[in-house]
């Protein structure tokens, strides 16, 4: 019998495992068949009494435990937009290490989210759905600025992911609006340019051509973390800027990682899984 863990890249907030562990159910009463929700890294740091009393789990202590009570076939699901080093590197230098110790098994991997080229069109419709739904509750009426904003990558095949997704959701939004990009993090150096302005850049410039058009923050988070949520990051950030200028309001959106469609696109991926080589990608 294989395991099915549904991984994410973990974080130090319990609501992020809250989260994963509130989709890993979900998918599984979707496909009849148990799915564990396991974290890369991060998340055994939460303390247990803020995750329901049930410390976090991580992938190698995970795979380790199944290993030793004789579980040979593992299919793991990412919960991550593109493919980031997490996947090409960590995943396949931990399973190469197990595989030393224990001996071979099988290891699977899912398809993220968005895959390229082909891309994932079920992305767009959550976006744009959370982008209508954040305008409704704040009372904007017609959005005309929306800003996708990522983590952010050092990588340009996970950049392409949000750049394909941006250009998808402005036209599935309409020549009306018009939709730009940010991210939270990147590194310094024109050779870091292709990830894109950071958002709190790109909120002062937008605030000072225009402080009366607001703009919707189409958030490419999948769950609340360091930067995403309650008092996490991009909350700071629009403190700051609505300080600076006076009459200026930018709203986030909800999360992909709560919108119900998600569950179909994990079920799908689900389906299309590949064995992992062991050799971390460079």
Known sequence: MRSVLLIDNGSKRAASTLNLRRLAAMLSGRVGERVLPVSLLHSSQVPAARLASLPADTLEPTLRRQLTE??????????????????????????RDLSAEFGPFGLSMAPELCPLPAGEPRLVEILADNVQEAARTTGVARPARVVLVDHGSPIPE???????????????????????????????????????ELLLDALHRMAGLD?????????????A??????????????????????????????????????????????????????????
Request: net charge positive; no cysteine.
């Open 211 to 223: 402080p009366r058009t607001p703009v919707i923050l189409a958030m490419l988070f999948l769950s």
């Open 70 to 95: 004789g579980r040979r076939d593992f299919l793991l699901v990412p919960l991550f937009f593109g493919r980031s080093r997490a996947l090409t590197q960590l995943v396949p230098t931990i399973g």
């Open 225 to 282: 973390g360091r930067h995403a949520g309650p008092g996490g990051d991009i909350a700071v950030i629009l403190e700051r800027i609505e300080a600076a200028h006076p009459g200026f309001r930018a709203y986030p959106s909800p999360l992909v990682g709560s919108h119900p469609a998600l569950i179909e696109i994990l079920t799908s991926r689900l389906a299309e899984s590949r064995p992992v080589v062991m050799t971390p990608s460079v």
């Open 158 to 196: 996970v950049n392409a992911v949000r750049r394909w997704l941006a250009d998808r959701l402005g036209q599935r939004l309409g020549p009306q609006v018009a939709v730009e990009q940010a991210v939270m993090e990147r590194r310094p150096g024109p050779e870091y340019d292709f990830n894109g």
